[in-house]
């Protein structure tokens, strides 16, 4: 049907139809008057449904029923227009469009959808001359094999949508046609726009989207929720309180120019809001949720966030997120270089939740670098990103809590909210792609919240391009910086900075760490020039502040490790260290490098421990009540050119408060810091309280008006030998000349200082050695412990302690100190402890020998109870090897009474064949030699003295050997030899043994004579020993150790007697035996050469000892396998010559040793015949004396007959 130049209306009712076999249902072309059609009915066209062509006007179509063509509705030649379009039934188009203007067509009114729109396109307008106000959809609009909505060059107003708009591309696409892009002024979504790809794209150059509020859900396929590319843009506003989902949630790209981004709804996709390519955002509010699902790679472009700011200078001036993002990757990041306008973020402001929620598997150092598990990222992209401000006053819970790669900006980090990081609070690191010469900086850090970081709180990296060193400009903290098993504060690199400061003010202020609270390996300080920056003070903490190192707990909490390191510096801190108005650090300010300033602890300050092992050059100052328990010096305090000549004095430590400990240490007590150079500068100027262990260099003395304790001496172990050595630490003159000064009411208590003689007689040798004291109060110095040498002391000498004590003129002043009553000589101490001074009055004292720390008598009773006990274990061992071994083969014995006997001797014999074959283990009748090996361990308790105790031996040996059977009845020899290995330690003197010892002998055993079946024998052996002795020896007063070593040598000889009894009843034997023993030993000279050059020398000394022995053997077989012995005994000395001489310096002693006169032993085993000719045996021996003296043995012996 064809409507032509006069217009007119066509209706068609619900049983009525047009479907003509070709060409266009209803077609209109140059009409000149009102046309409208109403259908309730069914149009249908092959080619169009209605076609309004050439310069035709189609007011109102209204249609409820169908209308249907390859195109459902179209304006389709130059000048067509088709005014408004509502539908509330259906309209259908194949592969074209449902409803569609193109050709120079233009739909110029309203379409008002509550039916079916559906089409290859679902509305397509294409061309300039479109220009719709309204398009309201609350039925469905789909484009099957395109868009939901297409915009080609062309415009609409409005589009509102409360039902369906789908397409299998994009369900809403705004195009460019013709060189001229499409516009959409503004989207309203209250229902469902999806696409395949997009939900809502502007796609082509020119194309623009200006506002989009969304109420529903937008829902793009492997493209965007909502996005602007290709020279599309989105320049008005976009506001969600619905979902948008994509593959990202909303991209803007380009020319997209965005006054405000607001989400209360949800964004899904694995970037939720994408800004790049320079487009620019005003404002980005978040008060809903954001969720970006996508995991970060290794370059920029596979890059993921909750916002995501990317390449070319794209800039949002205000992010804020009052709600919640969810983050697989990243939550803010910005990977890109500075815009025009000068900032990529001019605000970032979190007061909602940054949290990610990826797995900690999924992370790398590579795409970490890349903000993989970040909350806020930023990494450089052809130039350097900028962020103004980020404010956090909510919560960032992400595996670091803020990343800054290479070549980054931010002007202010404000954190009033809670940083909580599984890794590092703040970072400023590296990633992979990123070497230029580009300045990475943060200018400001001021946290009032908490950072909360598993490794470091705040973390700067070594930069991969050391010309661009990172560096953050000032940190103010009034909140908490944690670092659970780092350090609150890291810079890890010699030229890594912290250029003007770090400053913590008020009580809630702290920085900790595991390791450290703040760890410096970088500077501390950069702008600073002497007091340029606050005041010089670049690590400051003021009213209540703390720096804490940390320990953990078991229920996860923490507390406060005064024993570790709250400031370990190994770079430098251009500075000082300032702390005031009761601020604390809990742990250890441990400086390895550099300070160039001082530490000052101001109004009830405290530190609990400063360890210096490099330069603190404006010294250390306490005022007002401050406390430090302890200083450890083995670096130099103060400055080397500090004027002491002048009145503008800087003392290297000014103590008005209380130091309860000050260490300045030269390495007393290892040696590997014995050639250290240890200085304080400026001296010690001490108006409160301080405890001084010096063992270094004090320049410019020690001047006190309060209370001083000090110990000026140590131990020195020289650095090749390890030989110890007592001398004092150094202590320069102040600018009075005086070594020690005290004045007013003060106290100085000397608790150590070492002299090299006991006194000193020249004035030459008082001023080279002596202390020279001044003051207008010498009366308040006081020699508590003074150590003296001890190499030249002598016995009943009285010896002058007051010449320790010197005026500048070198004259005895000593008699001036305790009050005027002069050095107490009950002080004088050695520092061996082998002297002991009583003093006499007026500073007079005399010297005692203290003989229990005399090692002599020890020693000598060592090497004498060692042997005889050894002897008496080897002779136990020997006497159940040294037996009868062998089977007697009486076809050989000739001199028997039995064979005087007749009949006799054939009973008897076969009677003591058979007893013999029961008693030796042995069934091989053609074996003549037996051997053995035999382990033992030994546990021994020598009694030395009364007043000295027992020294404690444990002893392993092994012991073998063999015997060999001599024809016709002559009996049985054999040798041994042996090792064994004794540790000993006798506690009261402190000395340790380590005996080695080897040795061996002969053996004999043969039978006397037979009377029936009982045997009478004979058992002798020899014996040679050689014993080396090494010696080590500490002292009661000092850590210092000695050695030496001794040789002994020692021979002799033992002969037995004895019977074997058998009782054939219960098949047992007993032996009695007597015998008498001689044992000799000799020593070599040895001496210990003590500190000092006290030398203990002992001259070599011959000993001899005579024994008789009595023993009482029961040996019990209790089958053809098993049989058990038991022995008991004693020994009696009758002659012994044991005495030792001694030169102790100048004093000699002579003394005997003496040893037990009587010994006890016993001795039980039980042995197990493993084979015919061979058996094993466990055995124990012991032994003992009335002066409690013990000895016991295992041993277990393997013997074998061949």
Same mark, same amino acid.
């Given at each position: ?15 009525? *139809? ?35 062509? +050439? ?13 249907? $063509? ?25 592969? $074209? ?35 719709? =106000? ?25 589009? =509102? ?124 509010? !978040? ?48 990977? %890109? ?45 052809? &130039? ?59 200018? #400001? ?49 010699? &030229? ?73 510096? /190994?770079?430098?801190? @251009? ?15 441990? !400086? @390895? ?14 530190? *609990?421990?400063?360890?210096? *092992? ?25 400055? /080397? ?57 004090? +320049? ?43 004045? !007013? ?38 020699? %508590? ?25 070198? /004259? ?40 229990? /720390? ?29 037996? @009868? ?36 283990? &042995? ?15 030994? #546990? ?102 000695? %050695? ?134 466990? !055995? ?23």
């Amino acid at each position: 049907m064809t409507i032509g130049n006069g217009g007119g209306t066509l209706t068609i009712t619900e049983s009525g *139809s047009i479907k003509p076999s070709n060409g266009n249902g209803v077609y209109i072309n140059s009409t000149n008057g009102q046309s409208n059609i109403s259908n309730n009915g069914d149009i249908q066209g092959n080619n169009n449904g209605i076609l309004v062509d +050439h310069s035709g006007t189609l007011n109102n179509i209204t249609n409820s029923g169908t209308i249907q $063509g390859d195109n459902g509705i179209r304006a389709g030649g130059n000048g067509s227009i088709i005014e408004n379009i509502t539908n509330t039934g259906t309209i259908l188009g194949g592969n $074209g469009y449902g409803i569609g203007a193109d050709w120079g067509g233009a739909i110029q009114g309203t379409i008002n959808n509550s039916g079916l729109i559906q089409g290859g396109n679902g509305v397509l307008l294409n061309g300039n001359n479109n220009t719709l =106000n309204n398009l309201t959809n609350s039925g469905v609009i789909q484009g099957t094999n395109g868009n939901g909505v297409f915009i080609q060059g062309s415009s609409i107003k409005n589009l =509102n949508n409360n039902s369906v708009i789908q397409g299998n591309n994009d369900g809403i696409l705004v195009d460019v046609s013709s060189g001229k892009g499409g516009t959409l002024n503004n989207i309203n979504n209250s229902g469902l726009i999806q696409g395949n790809s997009n939900g809502i794209r502007a796609g082509g150059n020119g194309s623009i989207i200006e506002n989009i509020t969304n109420t529903g859900t937008i829902l793009g396929g492997n493209g965007y929720g909502i996005g602007a590319d290709w020279g599309g843009a989105i320049q008005g506003t976009i506001n969600n309180s619905g979902l948008i989902q994509g593959d990202k949630g909303i991209v803007l790209n380009r020319l997209s120019d965005i006054s405000t981004l607001t989400n209360s709804g949800t964004i899904f996709g694995k970037t939720g809001i994408q800004v790049s390519s320079g487009a620019e955002v005003d404002s980005i509010d !978040n008060k809903g949720t954001i969720i970006a699902t996508g995991i970060n790679g290794d370059k920029f472009n596979k890059g993921n966030a909750g916002i995501f700011i990317l390449s070319s200078g794209s800039s949002v001036k205000t992010i804020n997120n009052d709600g919640l993002i969810l983050t697989y990757n990243t939550g803010v990041g910005v990977i %890109d270089k500075t815009p025009d306008s000068g900032s990529n973020i001019e605000t970032l402001s979190n007061s909602g939740t940054i949290k990610y929620i990826g797995s900690l598997d999924v992370i790398n150092d590579a795409n970490e670098g890349m903000g993989q598990g970040a909350g806020i990222y930023m990494g450089n992209l052809d &130039n350097v990103p900028k962020i103004q401000t980020i404010n956090n006053t909510g919560l960032i819970d992400t595996y670091n809590g803020m990343y800054f790669s290479l070549g980054t900006h931010v002007e202010t980090i404000n954190n009033s909210g809670t940083v909580y990081a599984i890794k590092d609070g703040i970072v400023l690191g590296n990633d992979k792609h990123s070497n230029e010469d580009r300045q990475t900086e943060i200018k #400001h850090v001021n946290n009032t919240g908490s950072i909360i970081a598993g490794r470091h709180g705040i973390f700067i990296d070594i930069s991969s391009n050391q010309n661009v060193p990172f560096y953050i400009k000032t940190i103010e903290n009034k909140g908490t910086i944690l670092g659970q098993s780092g350090a609150g504060v890291f810079i890890n690199g010699s &030229n890594q900075h912290i250029k003007d400061y770090i400053k913590l003010e008020g009580s809630n202020a702290l920085i900790a760490g595991g390791t450290a609270g703040i760890y410096n390996k970088g500077t501390i300080g950069v702008n600073n020039n002497g007091t340029s920056v606050n005041n010089g003070n670049v690590i400051d903490l003021q009213d209540g502040a703390i720096i804490a190192a940390l320990t953990p707990n078991q229920d996860g909490s923490f507390s406060y490790n005064l024993a570790g390191d709250a400031i370990l510096n /190994e770079g430098t801190i @251009k500075g000082n260290i300032n702390l005031n108005n009761k601020a604390n650090i809990y742990g250890a300010i441990n !400086n @390895k490098n550099t300070i160039t300033g001082n530490i000052s602890l101001n109004n009830n300050s405290y530190i *609990s421990n400063i360890r210096n *092992s490099g330069v603190v050059k404006g010294g250390i100052n306490l005022d007002n009540n401050s406390l430090v328990n302890t200083i450890i010096n083995t670096g130099i305090i103060g400055n /080397e050119a500090t004027p002491l000549n002048t009145q503008d004095i800087t003392y290297g430590i000014n103590n008005s408060g209380t130091i309860e400990k000050l260490i300045n240490s030269s390495g007393g007590l290892s040696v590997s810091n014995t050639d250290k150079d240890i200085h304080i500068y400026g001296g010690i100027n001490n108006s409160g309280y301080i405890d001084i262990f010096n063992t270094g260099n004090i +320049h410019g003395g020690i001047t006190n008006n309060g209370t001083l304790i000090i110990n000026n001496s140590h131990i020195y172990f020289e650095k090749n030998t390890g030989k110890a050595y007592w001398h004092s630490g150094f202590i320069g003159k102040n600018n009075n000349g005086y070594h020690l000064e005290n004045n !007013n009411g003060g106290k100085l208590n000397i608790d150590g200082w070492y002299f090299n003689a006991p006194e000193y007689t020249t004035k030459e040798d008082r001023l080279q050695n002596s202390i020279i004291i001044g003051g207008n109060n010498l009366g308040g110095i006081n020699a %508590d412990s003074i150590y003296i040498n001890n190499k030249d002391i002598q016995q009943n000498i009285v010896y002058d302690a007051n010449t320790f004590f010197i005026n500048k003129e070198g /004259e005895s002043i000593g008699d001036k100190t305790n009050n005027n009553l002069g050095v107490d000589g009950n002080n004088i101490i050695d520092p061996t402890g082998i002297f002991n001074f009583v003093g006499v009055g007026n500073g007079g004292y005399m010297a005692h020998v203290d003989l229990d /720390e005399v090692s002599g008598k020890t020693l000598a009773k060592s090497m004498v109870y060692s042997a005889r006990l050894r002897n008496i274990n080897i002779s136990n061992i020997l006497r159940d090897l040294n037996t @009868k071994n062998f089977q007697t083969e009486f076809s050989q014995v000739l001199d028997m009474e039995l064979s005087k006997k007749g009949e006799a001797y054939g009973n008897d014999a076969d009677l003591l064949a058979e007893l013999e074959d029961i008693f030796i283990p &042995n069934k091989n009748p053609n074996a003549k030699n037996h051997t053995f090996l035999l382990p033992y361990y030994n #546990h021994s308790s020598i009694k030395i003295g009364k007043s000295v105790g027992s020294l404690s031996s444990n002893t392993t040996g092994l012991i073998g050997g063999s015997f060999r059977e001599l024809p016709n009845d002559y009996g049985t020899i054999g040798f041994y030899l042996g090792y064994e290995d004794a540790s000993k330690e006798q506690a009261t003197q402190r000395l340790k043994l380590d005996d080695k010892t080897y040795y061996g002998g002969l053996t004999y055993y043969g039978v006397l004579a037979r009377d029936g079946i009982n045997q009478y024998y004979i058992s002798a052996s020899t014996r040679l020993d050689y014993t080396k002795t090494d010696i080590e020896k500490t002292y009661k007063n000092n850590t210092a150790t000695i %050695d030496s070593d001794a040789k002994t040598y020692g021979y002799g000889v033992d002969v037995k007697v004895g019977a074997n009894y058998y009782n054939t009843l219960d098949i047992a034997r007993i032996s009695p035996e007597i015998g008498l023993s001689y044992y000799g030993m000799s020593n070599k000279n040895f001496t210990l050469k003590h500190l000092g050059g006290l030398k203990e020398h002992y001259n070599g000394e011959q000993f001899n000892f005579i024994d008789a022995s009595a023993a009482l053997k029961w040996y019990k077989p209790w089958s053809d396998k098993i049989r058990s012995n038991i022995t008991i005994g004693a020994i009696v000395n009758l002659y012994n010559d044991a005495q030792g001489s001694l030169k102790l310096g100048q004093n000699y002693f002579t003394t005997q040793i003496e040893t037990s006169k009587y010994y006890g032993f016993g001795q039980l085993g039980l042995s197990y015949a493993i084979a015919d000719n061979a058996d094993l045996s466990l !055995n124990y021996a012991g032994a003992f004396t009335f002066d409690n003296t013990t000895s016991h043995t295992m041993f277990l012996k393997l013997g074998l007959w061949w």
